[in-house]
């Protein structure tokens, strides 16, 4: 039992517990289904051998400090202009997470007399983003472009003279729904405005060669994408591709980027593999959309969901309990699949995230949902 200055924290820890809501952490087991290594690249060959080449060739393991120091190495370099090429931007930057480069972006492009914009759904790092940035900010309902355009004006009138950011998932990471970015794209044209396209669950995946849900809109001037390397790529960190005046102001003054140590240069060798592997093996898409359309069928048949036509299939429960209890089922089956809780998700909204990769097959998929109904259907609601 904590006490002293420790007891505020364990009372806090014991409230979770009576709302089903306190996390652990728990090893791998069973069957992935929960995982974002969509493509199966984590432990691709591919990617340990040109791992193994680099460090045979004298890449060192650690960067030894920020870029703007001695921790900007060739392989870096070639990481950015590699991307830049492969996703059609001017310019690309690398940082060591997807929460990192999100918080980087919002806290230092948007300026005191701006506005941002972000949907209700976009990840935590956004949110977190705009509490602690300068600009004005709006919450606004998910995927409502029309609400959107209708704050845009409200703020106008009130006296709003600066620039407006909008910050979206193109596709969205609990839901696995896909933002309207060509109603959005039009919005932000018609208001002069930057769009902020966080790709992190369409990396890989959609558009030509895996550049994602925003391939035709890469390289314009208003536009600035987010491309996690910790899911689909199989690696860690994010590649932001903008316009090459903006890299340079976030080179120059984002906080996130100057003070940190740079990536791995390893991290970087096995990421600018991973996107020759997208050009490469096209046939994991393909494989990757024949496992999910089997998924939604099956879910469909079996208990009476409707998909949501991506890899990330949410089976919303909505108690917390009953959503942990049948999570535990599954894992007790050899299927792991995870329970999310608020405030991860909205209250009320407890779910299943399912998530199809390229590390289960056709008959993983089915037992799985055939046990998922007999679970949905043992555990009383």
Known sequence: MASGPLLQYETKLRGLARKNRLRSLSPRAGLDFSSNDYLGLAASPR???????????????GATGSRLLRGNTPEHEQLEAAAARFFGAERALF?????????????????????LVTDELVHASAHEAAHAGRAEKIEVPHNDVGV?????KAWRRTGGRGRVWIAVE???????????????AALADRHEAFLLIDEAHATGIFGPQGR??????????????????????GCSGALVTAPAVLCEFLVN????????????????VAVTEALA???DEPERRDRLSQLVALAGSEIHKRCGMNPSGSQIIPVIIGD????????????????????????????GTARLRISVTLNVDEADVSAMVAALAEELERVPA
């Open 47 to 61: 990617l340990a051998g040109a791992v193994a080449a680099a460090l045979a060739a004298g890449t060192p393991v």
């Open 95 to 115: 940082f060591g997470s997807g929460y990192v480069a999100n918080f980087a972006l919002l806290t230092t492009l948007p300026r005191w007399e701006d506005l």
């Open 148 to 152: 959107i355009e209708n704050a845009i």
């Open 170 to 184: 193109s596709l969205y990471s609990m839901d696995g729904d896909r933002a309207p970015l060509e109603a959005l």
């Open 212 to 233: 994602g849900l925003a391939h035709g809109l890469e390289g314009r001037d208003n536009v600035i994408v987010l491309h996690t390397c910790g899911k689909a790529l």
């Open 253 to 268: 003054r984002c906080r996130p980027f100057i003070y940190s140590t740079a990536p791995s240069p390893l991290m970087a």
């Open 277 to 279: 592997i997208l050009r």
């Open 320 to 347: 917390n309990a009953r959503t942990m209890e049948v999570a535990a089922a599954l894992q007790a089956r050899g299927f792991d699949v995870r329970g999310i809780r608020p405030p991860t998700v909205p209250e």
